[in-house]
């Protein structure tokens, strides 16, 4: 079953490809569906105690010890199925306004989510790295072939940014954190053989650790990676050019789910398997995080193109959620899981919703829009919400997210919880900007105000319900979560949960 | 007889091949020089096979001459090709494929 | 049903009022989503009633219930659930919170009458009203919390509700942040409660904190000074106050709803509610009496000179509030309660009142343009007069009783609390004062031109322009609507602010000391541990208190009468005197400035600096240097790349005469 949800978005991409243009994104669209109804039953059927479920093991490269090795446990659970949901989305929203050379986009589309799923779903270390960097190719496509030139910042005396040279740009600054990522793969599974025989299966790596000098270095080969595909600061110079030529569909896809993947990567393989260093390095990742945090919101803050103010407001949730997971205590990383899920939820139809905007007001320069609630009551609705979402507003999942986040945080390190909710300010001032340069106030001439369209308004619809279906009950992913989460801490010698509920 | 002495000449000819390709600016030298080379290894393997009593070696021969005998006529073919094209004959100056 | 079944049902009607109003908004004809409002607002006061009957059917003693309706978020050790907790001070407060937004709801059906987001406003009102209930009624912290931010998100909303005007929206921006703030104070406090006492859950961390805190032990003194920083934004008290005055950028209903019912209470029913925390820390407690006594003078004065008709009671309710938080602070729980409710009838009838004239204004709200109302407008003017004298503290009106209550309690504590005496008195002669500039400005005098006009039937109707900006308003959507509504016209004007004009002559008769004590008695059930509940001030010194009071009120409005009426030249000669002092006080003592200078402007130019250099310089830096790691690499390869056919042949030679040499030397 798992090989059907992670293998079909992929071939109903290249189906789509056989079928005329018009058809061809409805095609499209049984991929990611099927998927999602798959990982529907995955979740459905989950049962919390059980470790690494549906997996798949098979001999793959014997000469090399890699196997293709697959599972879902509570880490990756709930990703899976916000990748599904978003892909599912972002195809449905392609298939209604379709893109010049549609096929080949829709094409990109498939790929990309299966290189995604099987990021998330991969168990073998070597396959991990595969998808990981299977991931930037369709993306290379989708940015560089469909991406749209964008002026620049004319208050910065910048001048136009073109497709091209930006997502050289960003291909190369990743492909570097990942080939660091490979090569330290690689080091890890010889180092741990010893001479016997390969094996890059985590649960093999988890059980035999590395000698804790090896620990450091290849830590922070994997934390190259990672930090970089976040992006964390300092390492988002790619992210500003990127995110203004990106065709936004496929960006909302890239920052909902793709930004997770490295998140993900700190849990799924760093903390198991590198505990010392993961211990050793603990603050100096937390000092990332928290400048993340504190930077991303100033620079969000400032920026007057919507896209931007979207992108570095990522830079600042995921600040939040490395945060948490380098808390190294369960509240935390359970908070980071449900993070990632919240953050992904807000910031896709976030974007959606800046393709509209930028439709009416033909920029996305925020202090160019204004009053478009006037006619779009509708919109505007949707918009506030996604919006108090995401600054993280009491009674959304985002704050429980937040809130265990900063619990256990602040039970570790109490400073660093002190100067992120710094970061919960500037968050609500930072998004209610955004909110508000669009739709309130007096509305310039040249903006037409109109209500969003049922199909397009559809599709944020069934997002923002997700917004609000988890903000009332969160519970559900930090349930399921739990007991994966405290297995990947397992070995960092913080297991001890806080008793705090028994005392 | 001893094989040495085919040996001997076998590795002249094919330093004369080799000095040949690397200082001669003509392609057509150039793919003259490669045929002295190739049939300096003909001759050193018909010595072999002759001294050991194993067929085998005059049988590599045959091949090897026939692949020579393909080469050249593809090689001629191109530098004739180039010449109607005007192209200049001189293998310093045809060098598109630099990095 | 159960006391916490009513709890739910409290809850669930406003929600499902904003929600018909909210999805049905394009379908509902005409005023129905006020009605809809009003009508959820209603039931759910029957429920806060039905609410009280339980509670009062059991002995004092056990008037504490909670109900749970699921697991919120509980994994890894921390437990919150989706559940109430029902006592004698929720009911209470529900009680207020229902009646009195009912009260709005009703007038804002004619109030709001010709404005087109008739139906958004609803939403929005209900909406506030259930945030408020859920803050209320919270179980546990971290659902007080959600309701606390609900209730600065709605006050956003409405604040902003005429979202076509740069100064709505600001104010409502500043409104959201200040109070994300004290969000941010009050996470940080749970997270303390976390760590020391192990539970999120009210009654568990009142059992708890005694256990586990000493007396004025730090971990106590830290959790109490974050919730009062969430208390303080909420209650508008110094220094995060100035988001109340720019409130007045909402329709007037809402400043109303803010002011009386729902969102600055919060502040003061906060402190209320971990009350055992707080005296487990009296050094914080002594912080907020004495920051809401510093209040209550500093926004008396400002009151003075405001000329802004809604700015000068959105001062006195900052004032009055102070009062409130004096009296939770120094522990006279239900005196500051008992304020809380008089409050809340005379501020919400003085804000009906005071739509009425704007209404007739035509939404101006400068007082100087105003006089003479008394003959235009007798019933508006009649009640205004009733709320300004209770505000006042007029002998035998509400708010004469309750002010006194907190300040004789103070007396009684004796040693240095009688500060809060000496100042509660002198700010009660400052609201006497100002209350009556308000009262004789608009009532007495010579009918300004609004005013005659009126008297011969026809409601003035200007162009409208942003009395802030004196930009032209655009009345494309909603502002301010086409026609003024004004409470001698409006049958649901007339009967909201003929009852709460009611309450506010009449609710203080719940307490007099020494023949009723109906509040506090009820409130014994949540109090009745406190180590103050046994401190009751002698029936004399209370009398002597209401004596002292009722003389101060009497001197404040016969000056307010003198300066107004008499000789209304007076001010404009004290202006014209102290000329320096009269600047600052209309400059707000300078906290906007303040505000601006020591955070917002620092925040934008480390953004701005971020922008230019670090990003240009540093995080750029970082992908050049990434890139030119990779062109280095292509340089070095690419060399070897030459096209030289001699120099591909040379480097196989070579290579085949080194492995050549290297078998060679092998054997």
């Known amino acids: 079953m798992i090989q059907v949800l992670l293998w079909a978005p992929l071939a109903a991409g290249l189906l789509a490809a056989a079928f005329p243009r018009r058809s061809a994104g409805w095609v499209a669209l049984i991929g990611p569906l099927v998927s999602l109804v798959l990982a529907i039953v995955v979740v459905a059927e989950f049962d919390s105690g059980a470790g690494l479920q549906h997996t798949v093991d098979e001999s793959w490269i014997p000469d090399l010890g890699v196997r293709y090795q697959l599972g879902v446990d509570g880490i990756s659970l709930f990703l899976v199925l916000l990748t599904t949901v978003l892909w599912v989305a972002a195809t449905a929203w392609s298939a209604i306004n379709p893109p010049e050379r549609a096929r080949t986009w829709l094409l990109m589309f498939g790929l990309a989510e299966t290189a995604v799923l099987g990021a998330f779903l991969a168990q073998d270390l070597i396959l991990f790295v595969l998808f990981f960097d299977l991931m930037l190719i369709p993306f290379y496509f989708l940015f560089g072939v469909w991406g749209e030139e964008h002026p620049g910042r004319a208050e910065e005396d910048e001048g136009p940014i073109r497709p091209q040279p930006a997502v050289t740009k960003m291909i190369i600054y990743t492909l570097v954190g990942s080939l660091l990522m490979l090569a330290g793969a690689i080091a890890t599974g010889i180092l741990a053989a010893d001479g016997g025989d390969l094996t890059y299966s985590m649960e093999a790596l988890r059980n035999d ?6 620990q450091y270095w290849i830590f922070w080969f994997f934390a190259a990676a990672f930090l970089v595909k976040m992006p964390a600061f300092p390492l988002h110079g790619w992210m500003p050019d990127a995110y203004r030529i990106a065709p936004l569909p496929a960006l909302a896809l890239f920052s909902g789910v793709l930004s997770k993947v490295g998140a993900y990567g700190f849990l799924r393989v760093v903390l198991p398997i590198f505990p010392d260093a993961t211990s050793h390095f603990q603050e100096v990742i937390l000092l990332v995080a928290v400048v993340s945090i504190l930077y991303g919101s100033v620079m969000a803050f400032t920026q007057t193109s919507a896209r931007l103010v979207a992108g570095y407001s990522s830079v600042a949730q995921l600040g939040f959620i490395t945060l948490g997971i380098f808390s190294l205590r369960p509240d935390g990383a359970d908070g980071a899981v449900l993070q990632m899920v919240n953050h992904g939820l807000v910031v896709a139809p976030l974007l959606l919703i800046v393709v509209i905007l930028a439709a009416r007001a033909g920029t996305d320069d925020i202090t160019r829009m204004g009053g478009l609630a006037m006619r779009a009551p509708v919109l505007a609705a949707m918009f506030l919400i996604v919006t108090m979402a995401l600054l993280a507003m009491p009674g959304s999942a985002n704050f429980i997210g937040e809130f265990y986040i900063l619990n256990g945080v602040f039970q570790e390190k109490i400073v660093y919880a002190f100067v992120a909710s710094v970061g919960i300010v500037l968050a609500a001032y930072y998004s209610l900007r955004l909110f508000q340069a669009a739709m309130h106030n007096r509305k310039p001439e040249a903006i037409e105000s109109r209500e969003i369209g049922w199909r397009e308004g559809g599709v944020i619809a069934a997002l923002t319900a997700c917004i609000v279906a988890l903000a009332l009950w969160p519970g559900l992913i930090l349930d399921r979560a739990e007991d994966s989460v405290k297995g990947q801490l397992a070995a960092t010698g913080e297991q001890a949960p806080t008793q705090v509920a028994q005392r | 007889m001893d094989i040495t002495w085919y040996l001997v000449l076998s590795a002249l000819l094919f330093a004369v091949g080799v000095t040949g390709v690397l200082l001669r600016r ?18 050193a393997l018909l010595a072999f096979s002759r001294s050991l009593g194993d067929q085998d070696g005059q049988v590599f021969a045959l091949i090897v001459m026939v692949i020579a005998a393909c080469e050249v006529v593809v090689g001629l073919g191109i530098i004739v090709a180039a010449y109607r094209r005007r192209i200049p004959l001189n293998v310093d100056e045809l060098r598109t494929l630099r990095g | 049903m159960s006391a916490t079944a009513y709890g739910w049902l409290v809850l669930a009607f406003p929600l499902a009022g904003a929600l018909i109003n909210g999805i049905g908004f394009r379908w509902l004809p005409g005023r129905s989503p006020g009605w809809i409002g009003t009508a959820a607002i209603g039931l759910s006061f029957l429920s806060a009633l039905g609410m009280l009957v339980q509670v009062l059917d059991v002995g004092t003693d056990e008037r504490t219930f909670t109900s749970s309706l699921y697991d919120y978020a509980s994994a ?6 989706m559940n109430i907790l029902v006592d004698p001070l929720s009911t209470f407060m529900c009680l207020i919170v229902t009646g009195v937004s009912m009260l709005i709801h009703l007038y804002s059906v004619s109030y709001m009458t010709s404005d087109r987001g008739f139906a958004r406003f609803f939403t929005y009102l209900n909406f506030f009203v259930f945030s408020m209930l859920l803050l209320v009624l919270a179980g546990n912290l971290v659902l007080l919390i959600v309701g606390w931010a609900f209730v600065g998100f709605a006050s956003y909303a409405l604040i902003s509700y005429w979202y076509r005007r740069g100064t709505a929206t600001g104010a409502g921006m500043k409104a959201f942040v200040i109070n994300v703030v004290g969000d941010v104070g009050m996470v940080l406090a749970a997270l303390f409660v976390i760590r020391e006492l192990g539970t999120l859950d009210l009654i568990g961390i009142f059992e708890e904190a005694p256990n586990e805190f000493t007396t004025n032990e730090g971990v106590a003194i830290a959790i109490c000074c974050l919730l009062m920083v969430g208390a303080f934004a909420k209650s508008a008290q110094v220094p995060l106050h100035t988001w109340l005055p720019d409130a007045m950028e909402g329709p007037t209903p809402v400043s109303a709803l803010i002011h009386a019912a729902t969102m600055v209470t919060a502040g003061v029913y906060l402190i209320a509610r971990f009350w055992p925390v707080f005296e487990l820390a009296p050094t914080a407690a002594d912080i907020v009496a004495v920051v809401g006594l510093v209040t209550l003078l500093i926004a008396a004065t400002i009151a003075l000179v405001v000329t802004d008709l809604k700015r000068i009671i959105a001062y006195s309710t900052i004032s009055q509030i102070g009062y409130m938080i004096v009296g939770v602070g120094i522990g006279a729980y239900s005196a500051g309660l008992f304020h809380l409710l008089t409050h809340a009838f005379f501020k919400a009838l003085l804000f009906m ?6 209404g007739a204004m035509a939404n101006r709200q400068d007082i100087d343009l105003m006089s003479g109302f008394r003959r235009a407008m007798p019933f508006t003017s009649a009640l205004l007069i009733i709320g300004a004298l209770s505000l006042a503290a007029f002998p035998l009106t509400a708010g004469f009783f309750s002010k006194d209550e907190i300040l004789v309690f103070a007396a009684d504590r004796g040693g240095w609390y009688w500060v809060f005496v000496i100042g509660g008195y002198l700010g009660a002669l400052l609201t006497a004062f100002y209350s009556f500039r308000i009262g004789f400005r608009v009532v007495a005098g010579e009918p300004c031109t609004e005013a005659r006009e009126l008297e011969r039937g026809h409601i003035h109707h200007a162009e409208p322009e942003n009395p802030a900006t004196g930009e032209r308003e655009d009345t494309d959507i909603g502002f301010p609507g086409p026609t003024h509504q004004i409470a001698e016209r409006e ?22 000391p020494g023949v009723t004590d109906v509040i506090e008695t009820f409130l014994e059930g949540t109090f009745e541990e406190s180590k103050y509940h046994d401190t009751v001030p002698s029936e004399s010194a209370a009398w002597t208190g209401l004596a002292i009071g009722g003389v101060i009120a009497i001197v404040g409005v ?12 007076v001010s404009a000669g004290l202006i014209r005197r102290f000329r320096r002092l009269h600047d600052f006080l209309e400059r707000k003592w300078y906290f906007d400035e303040g505000i601006d200078l020591l955070f917002v402007r620092p925040t934008l130019a480390v953004g701005r600096w971020a922008n230019a250099t670090f990003e240009r310089y540093v995080v750029q830096g970082l992908v050049a240097g990434a890139t030119q790691l990779t062109k280095g690499a292509n340089a070095g390869v690419r060399g070897a790349q030459s096209g030289y056919l001699r120099s591909y042949a040379l480097l196989l030679v070579s290579g085949f005469a080194g492995l050549a040499l290297y078998f060679l030397l092998q054997t």
């Open chain 1, 209 to 214: 650790p590395l000698r804790t000098g090896s």
């Open chain 2, 26 to 43: 003509s392609p057509l030298v150039i793919l003259l020089c490669l045929e002295l080379m190739l049939n300096a290894g003909n001759l």
């Open chain 3, 353 to 358: 009142a005071a739509g009425s004239v704007i």
């Open chain 3, 558 to 569: 016969a000056i307010a009468y003198y300066m107004y009426v008499m000789r209304p030249g």
């Open chain 3, 76 to 81: 890894a050790g921390i437990d919150i659930q």
């Open chain 3, 491 to 512: 049958w649901p004007m007339k009967v909201a602010m003929s009852i709460l004009g009611f309450g506010a002559l009449f609710a203080g008769f719940l307490q007099i």
